[in-house]
Nanobody
């Protein structure tokens, strides 16, 4: 099983980026998929989550700015990030877990996910 992120980069505040995560070695259909991030010196935190039936959840800090989506036909997960802020800077990770992980009240800690990508760096300058 492999999750490979792409689309990170450096942008100015107010800019946009679209992250992608390609899954191989298994089917993402039916799984809970999500994006997490870790800033230097900080704990990893959940950013957005998407369930099999397209239910989504977002961290309060990104609501209205980020949109998570998935294409199960191509086993790909996306994160559209608009109106980026310097505090969005960090390494962004794609993760997959069993369907039930999408219904956990503590999803943001990422403990319900069992597959992780290597991450893609996002840097937002002011």
């Amino acid at each position: 099983v492999q999750l490979v992120e792409s689309g990170g980069g450096s942008v100015q505040a107010g800019g946009s980026l679209r992250l992608s995560c390609a899954a191989s070695g298994y089917s993402s259909s039916g799984r809970c998929m999500g994006w997490f991030r870790q800033a230097p010196g900080k704990e990893r935190e959940g950013v957005a989550l998407i369930a099999m039936i397209r239910g989504t959840a977002y961290a309060e800090s990104v609501k209205g700015r980020f949109t998570i989506s998935r294409d199960d036909a191509y086993d790909t997960l996306y994160l559209q990030m608009n109106s980026l802020k310097p505090e969005d800077t960090g390494m962004y990770y794609c993760a997959a877990g069993p369907a039930k992980s999408c219904y956990s009240g503590s999803w943001r800690d990422g403990n319900g996910m069992d597959y992780w990508g290597q991450g893609t760096q996002v840097t937002v300058s002011s």
